[in-house]
Structures are given as C-alpha cells and as structure tokens.
C-alpha cells in the first residue's frame, strides 16, 4: 500500500508518474529509450542514460537528445490529456548535462481533447519500415505535419524532386560509410540482436530483403523477417527537420518537433520513418546541410508516406517496464 507524503498532491503525483510511464511509448533510435523520469511530490525531472547513448554511432548525444526530446514530448501531451501544465525547463542545471528537462510549476486546467487523441497516437504510432504505397501523401497533411513541427519551434523543410534525389545519393553514402567502420557495425549488431531485453530492434521489425526505394533507408546489417513486398517508395516525401542553432537544448527541441510530426502524421494515416544516416557523419550532415542551402543545422531526415493498406505492418517494437525507466522513490512513503 502507498502512503502520501504529507503535502502531497496524489492526483498530481499520479499523473506525473503516469505522464512518465507513457513516454515509454517514444521512439528513439535503435530503441535505446535512453531516458530515466524521476517524480517529486511536484516535478518531474528528465535525466539520459549514459549507459544507452551510441557512443560509435552518436558519440556527441545528439540522436540521444533527440530520442529523449521525443519522450519529453510525449509527457507533456500525456500531461496535458488530464488537464495538468507544466513550466518546462530545458537543460535547466549547466553542471548536471544529464538533466535535460525538468517540469515543474503544473497548473490543473480542463484535459485537452486534442492531447487525449495525441495519447491514443502513442499507442498506435511504429516506425514501418515497408515501402510506402502508390498513393500520394495529400497536401494538407503534409502542411499540418509540418505546422506540428514548426509548432515546437523547429523547421521541417519537405524536399523538391531534385533534392529528393541529392538525399538518396547522401543516404548511400552514408551507408557505404557505415558498413565499413568495425565499430559502427558493431554496435548495430548489438542493438539487433538483444530485443528480449525490452530494448533494440527485434527481427520482425526489420525488412526481410532490402525495399526498393528512392533514398535508400537504413541498413541494419541482418535481414529481418518483415515482408516487403514489391512497392516502391515512389509516392513517398522526405524532410528534413532543422534549426537556427546545433546544441544539445536544441536536439531536445528537435526531438520535441520529431513526436509533434510523427503523433500528427499518425492522427493523418500517414506513416513516417526517421533516417538518421544521413546526420550521423561530419560529412553527409554537411552535404545535408548545403541541400537546406545553409538555412539551419539539419537534425533529422524524415520519410513520409501512406502505408501498404493490403498487407499487416510490423508489430510494435518491445519496452522496456516502467519499473526500469521511472523512479518513484521520491513520492513513496520512506516506511514502506
Ligand atoms: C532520433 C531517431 C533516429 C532514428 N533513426 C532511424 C533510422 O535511421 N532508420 C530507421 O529505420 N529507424 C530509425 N528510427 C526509428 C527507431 O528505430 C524506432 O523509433 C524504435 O526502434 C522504436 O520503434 P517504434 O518507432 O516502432 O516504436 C529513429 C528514431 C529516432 C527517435
């Protein structure tokens, strides 16, 4: 049985724990979830796990960032659902780099209707990874997708014909790279390979043979077991989110941006896959840049599209327990 600590707001220490637990929903890259809540009697704090950043893969922490931008996205609409918001303070102690964002302040107005349907988006958003289908994404969800973004303060630029074909050829570069540095398969092996620890990415996940598409998407190294089909990504849009600045509160934001687009993007029927090659290396991040004509730092490319209606997608990608990723030990009565 739990205890109130005196002074306490149960019905808003349930809702932070529950915000907590369902940002567990977030994607993130290779499935790291390389986040930790902690909740307080009337704050909840973000921390990353160091022991789940890509150090190979992303030894700066910007796709660590992000993934967690991503789920500190999700609290904020989980809160919101039941009416609670919250002052958010990004990177809010300049000596702890690990805390990226604490929320605090929360004020009790009426649940939000449109949060309660981001929630439900939650549930049901995945990365599908098939080719899209022969059907174009309709204009207007393209521009609420990226009004979502914009909404977070980050750009998300959609891409002409001809810079479409500028990311393929950057895309393939950076798998070629890739596929050539030990560590970096390495390290992608790892994250293939261990999904009954409620991390990474289990097979069923991944294509079974290489799709045919335009831009090519990421190379896991294994095939999976997911059948692709014949389609071809023809139909799809790509994007590219990006910002006027390149440090960590801004991967935080982009990330942010990334769960605004993709809950949007699910509301709308369209599926949206990260391609996170192409910003993983000095090199292709620059020639991603010189496509944006230097209007920010690229932080992510993004596919969009509408699903293969005939065939089953992927199922959801494993969790980890909320056990492992929220601590509750402050809020708990200190008898028990
Ligand atoms: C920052 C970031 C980068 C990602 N990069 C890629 C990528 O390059 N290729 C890909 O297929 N999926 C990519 N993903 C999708 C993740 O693999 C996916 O979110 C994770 O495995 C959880 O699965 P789910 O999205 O189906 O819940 C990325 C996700 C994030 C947040």
Redesign the pocket.
Known sequence: MSHQTPGTDRSLVDALTEAAATAG?????????PWRWQVRPDSLDLHAVADRQLTATDPQG???A??CG?ALHHARVALAAEGWTPVVDRLPDPDRPDLLARLTALRHDGADPAAMRAVQCMRI?????RPVSEDPVPDAAVEEIVQAATAEGVHLHVLDRDQVLALAATASHADTVEAEDPQLREELAYWTSRADTGT??PPE??PEQTPQTTVP??D?GRPGTLPVGPGHDRAARYGVLYGDEDEPVDWLRA?EA?SAA?LTATRLGVSL??????V?MPGTRQTLRQLLADLGYP???LRMGLADPEHAG?P??P?LPATQTVDTSAVRDPQR
């Open positions: 929903h977030a994607p993130s890259v290779h499935n790291t979830q910007r796709l660590l992000l993934s991503a958003r995945h990365t599908d990874r990474g990415l996940v991944l998407g990421r896991f990330g990334l993709w896959v990260p391609l996170s090659g192409v993983e932080y992510l490319a992927p959801h990608t969790r």
